[in-house]
């Protein structure tokens, strides 16, 4: 859907990178790497997105790291155009029927920005299992990705939080009134 909107492969990834994750932050030469691209079109590109405010850059040393500019008025727009492209929001609403669903969590390439075709997603809950299996190979034939998903409960997250790097996942559903961070 993107590529029909923006022509540059580079602008893309970039816009998939931190506004999948608004928290995600990179500095020239690791997106370069990430991306697959040359640091010249990576630079050319984040220059652009700067100037447009959408991105906003400080500096760490001798280094410029990059983030989303979430005071932007188009970061909601943006934000949630990236969501439906990859499919997200079609896991919150997977999510949102399961049961009794704590938190769930989009972790691994995604969680970092990166469209690798595999959705990673943690649900902490007590879930209909079955019921899940079937919405995930019917949201996999529309966003056209792969969803794999791991169900735990309250403990069982505990004690993979640090391990995994949970901690550092994008939170797509928590049930504030059971789950305290």
């Known amino acids: 859907m993107l590529e029909s909107l923006i022509t540059s492969k580079t602008r893309i990834k970039l816009l998939l990178k931190f506004f999948i994750n608004p928290e995600s932050r990179a500095y020239l030469r690791a997106l370069a790497d990430e991306l697959g691209e040359s640091t010249n079109a990576v630079r050319v ?14 500096a760490n040393g001798r280094t410029k790291m990059y983030r989303a500019n979430t005071t932007h008025s188009l970061f909601p727009d943006i934000h949630n155009l990236v ?18 669903v704590d938190l769930a969590l989009i972790t691994g390439d995604y969680a970092r920005g990166v469209d690798s075709g595999i959705v990673d997603l943690v649900i902490v809950g007590e879930i209909d299992r079955a019921f899940l299996n079937h919405m ?30 949970l901690d550092k996942a994008l939170v797509i559903w928590r049930d504030d009134e059971k789950f305290k961070e």
Not at 152 to 162: A, F, R, V
Request: cysteine-free; glycine content about 4%; aromatic content about 4%.
């Open 83 to 100: 969501k439906k492209n990859l499919g997200i929001d079609k896991v919150e609403t997977i999510v949102s029927e399961l049961g009794s």
């Open 45 to 58: 590109e984040l220059n652009r997105l700067t100037e447009a405010g959408l991105l906003s850059a400080s």
């Open 136 to 165: 995930i190979d019917k949201s996999e034939e529309v966003i056209k990705r792969k969803i794999r998903a791991l169900v735990l409960n309250m403990n069982e997250y505990e004690e993979l939080k640090y391990k995994q790097k």
